[in-house]
């Protein structure tokens, strides 16, 4: 597996997870939960933002290289 498809895989996952961080932290705060929850859930949301961010970076950067 070649350097691109790992950051491919990695930031794909990685803003998954963040999103489902930031619902899970948001809906916990929805239903009745500590602002504590809202900030756990707006910072999930702020970390998938960072990785869209990394994530065009590191494909602008990685323009020439192949997936292999």
């Not at 809202?38 to 192949?66: D, H, I, N, P, T």
């Amino acid at each position: 597996m070649g350097i691109k498809t790992f950051h491919l895989l990695f930031v794909a996952l990685s803003l998954l997870l963040c999103l489902f961080v930031g619902g899970w932290g948001i809906a916990g705060w929805r239903s009745g939960g500590t602002v504590g929850q809202l900030w756990f859930g707006c910072g999930g949301l702020v970390a998938g933002v960072g990785m869209v961010a990394y994530g065009r970076y590191v494909f602008r950067k990685l323009r020439g290289m192949s997936y292999l």
